[in-house]
């Protein structure tokens, strides 16, 4: 970040542990191939080697768990940050997840805290952004939620090296970066390159057709896929009832992929599966980045009425990991694009 040999601090709330020891694993192996591993230090667990840009020197990264989650009788956060002495002129990166309301609070506290301890440059990762779909007002007294978290994240006060970056995975709505006040500057990623990579390990690859589930899926996602034909789904009125149809494409004989970039009960996606068997499909797969599925609604896919060959979805939610222990699902994690974001490579296959 800054061109010298001073470590950059990787931080993680308790929930996305498992990701931060990815990341840091696989900027090490990264960096193995670009130099030899880095000296050992006295400070903290054991020292990776971490390049900001391709065109640096390697850096070297300590995953710091030195944050105390506690909490009051009262059940308020009772936070401390050990090494805050220890962090003042580093460059500090943070691994979040706000996949509850309980746990966004303690988490706010501690992103404001880093810059006031002097961190000089901040990254927030924050793989998936909850709010996402509640962006916009079409009725008078709906309330857009994700203004109002866009907002709290911009409360992130200036380092010294100026705003914290905020990284963002597959977000609901691209609009939604304008939510952000100046005081932040949000990078939008994108997951779908693990999916496209994963793709071509398919023994029909070359018979596989992309689809999504509606106009806004196909809008956010169809540039990945520029010499393919996709498949779109509608969902259409029918009286009281709505039912998913295809709309354009042939999946005749395909196997067919869903992408989209959440999945809440999957209830869309099941039709659509269904609608594309009808139409002649041979094989459904699906892909999501964010597998938010409250009340454990993941199970309709495990025994489902509706054939899933494989169900791709990624580790931005703390609960991915377990989900993906139950076939079809499989998980694709996204240690691999954030450490390759760190390191300035390119992930495109």
């Known amino acids: 970040m800054n061109g010298d040999d001073s470590p950059v601090l990787l931080y993680a709330h308790p929930s996305m542990a498992a990701l931060a020891e990815n990341i840091v694993t696989k900027c090490t192996t990264f960096t193995r191939e670009m130099s030899p591993p880095p000296k050992s230090t006295i400070h903290g667990p054991p020292v990776r080697a971490l390049s900001i840009s391709a065109s640096s020197s390697p850096r070297e990264v300590e995953y710091r768990k030195t944050i105390q989650w506690k909490t009051f009788p009262d059940g308020f956060p009772n936070l401390f940050i050990e090494d805050v002495k220890y ?17 966004i609070f303690e988490q706010l506290s501690v992103l404001y805290a880093f810059p006031r301890y002097l961190a000089r440059s901040f990254h ?10 509640m962006e916009r007002v079409d009725t008078e007294g709906q309330i857009a939620t994700a203004k109002t978290l866009a907002t709290l994240i911009s409360g992130i006060p200036l380092t010294t090296k100026g705003p914290a970056q905020i990284i963002i995975f597959d977000i609901h709505a691209l609009q939604e970066r304008f939510y952000f006040s100046d005081n932040v500057i949000p990078r939008l990623e994108s997951a779908v390159p693990l999916l496209m990579r994963e793709m071509k390990s398919l023994p029909d690859f070359k018979n596989v057709s992309i689809a999504f589930p509606d106009d806004g899926a196909c809008k956010r996602f169809h540039n990945f896929f520029p010499d393919e034909d996709p498949i779109t789904c509608v969902k259409i009125r029918d009286g ?22 959440l999945v809440q009960s999957g209830g869309t996606l099941k039709e659509c599966a269904k609608a594309l068997y009808e139409k002649g499909a041979l094989k459904v797969s699906a892909y999501v980045t964010h597998a938010v599925f409250p009340k454990e609604s993941w199970r309709k896919f495990v025994d ?27 998980l694709l994690s996204l240690s691999e694009p954030i450490a390759d974001l760190l390191l300035g490579y390119d992930l495109m296959p």
């Open 240 to 261: 009281n009832r709505r039912i998913v149809k295809v709309k354009d494409g042939n999946p005749a004989g395909r196997h067919v992929l869903i992408i989209d970039d």
């Open 124 to 133: 927030f990762i924050m793989p998936y952004f909850p709010t996402g779909t």
């Open 304 to 330: 489902s009425d509706v054939k899933f060959e494989n169900f791709w979805i990624t580790d931005s939610l703390p609960h991915a990991k377990m989900i993906c222990e139950h076939p079809p699902f499989r």
């Open 87 to 103: 962090m003042a002129g580093k460059d500090v990166i943070f691994i979040g997840s706000f996949h509850t309301p309980d746990v």
